[in-house]
């Protein structure tokens, strides 16, 4: 079983600082994990994966995450927030066990706000 | 490259009517996954098809739903009887052949937003 615990469901912060958006799952596998955006209307974007190399992953648009195995976390960061950075984000675990089975279990998602 | 194609963006029933939601995969993928995602909620996986063939289809509800991937053709959600609670954002993704996704990242739809009225 898998699952994601994402415990803010929003988040406030002005443009040009810093973004943390927290993240924590459990898995009985080794996990991939990803984080993905979701803009008003819009369909899903991946932001970055982590699938057992590296445990810091850069993404896109200034975003990184890092994967840390002994608090079971994988928050989202980015050094400057931007305005178009405003939209919902998803902490995602796909256990690997399953190979090609693997499904996606979802967090409830975080709705960043970027004040100006 | 074409990404993975939903259609319709958005679909409105009245209850009792049947709901019919149809998706592209991306050239050369071969899985495709349902998710729906209902109002302030994450995505909840439905069901994973590959041509032909249901791979596992434990998300979806006993009754009213069902799914196809055929051997020509896009995906298929279809769902009889709608109801007021079926209302939601369903997406597709697709994968290549052999990863699942696990490792390559699934290829999200823009969704059909379903409303039932």
């Known amino acids: 079983a898998q699952s994601v615990t994402q415990l803010d469901s929003h988040v406030s912060v002005s443009e040009g600082t810093p973004v943390l958006l927290r993240c924590n799952y459990s898995?009985?596998?080794?996990?991939?994990l990803f984080w993905y955006v979701q803009h008003p209307n819009k369909g899903l974007q991946l932001l970055l994966k982590?699938?057992?190399?590296?445990?810091l992953v850069k993404g896109i648009n200034g975003f990184e995450a890092e994967f840390k195995k002994s608090e079971t976390s994988f928050h989202l960061t980015k050094p400057s927030a931007h305005m178009s950075d405003a939209a919902e984000y998803f902490c995602?675990?796909?256990?690997?066990?399953?190979?090609?089975?693997?499904?996606?279990?979802f967090g409830k998602g975080i709705t960043l706000s970027v004040r100006p | 490259n074409a990404g993975v194609m939903q259609n319709p963006r958005h679909l409105v029933r009245r209850r009792g009517q049947e709901a019919r939601l149809r998706c592209s995969p991306m050239k050369g993928h071969s899985h495709v996954y349902w998710y729906r995602q209902l109002p302030e909620e994450g995505l909840k996986f439905m069901v994973y098809l590959q041509k032909e063939n249901i791979i596992d289809e434990s998300g979806m509800p006993k009754e009213r739903f069902s799914a196809e991937f055929p051997k020509e053709g896009p995906s298929i959600l279809r769902i009889q009887q709608v109801v007021r609670g079926d209302s939601a954002a369903y997406f597709c993704?697709?994968?290549?052949?052999?990863?699942?996704?696990?490792?390559?990242?699934?290829?999200f739809g823009s969704g059909t937003r379903l409303t039932v009225v």
């Open positions: 898995s009985s596998y080794s996990p991939s």
């Open positions: 982590y699938t057992s190399a590296a445990t």
């Open positions: 993704a697709s994968s290549p052949l052999g990863t699942g996704g696990q490792n390559y990242g699934y290829t």
């Open positions: 995602v675990v796909s256990d690997r066990s399953g190979g090609a089975n693997s499904k996606l279990t």
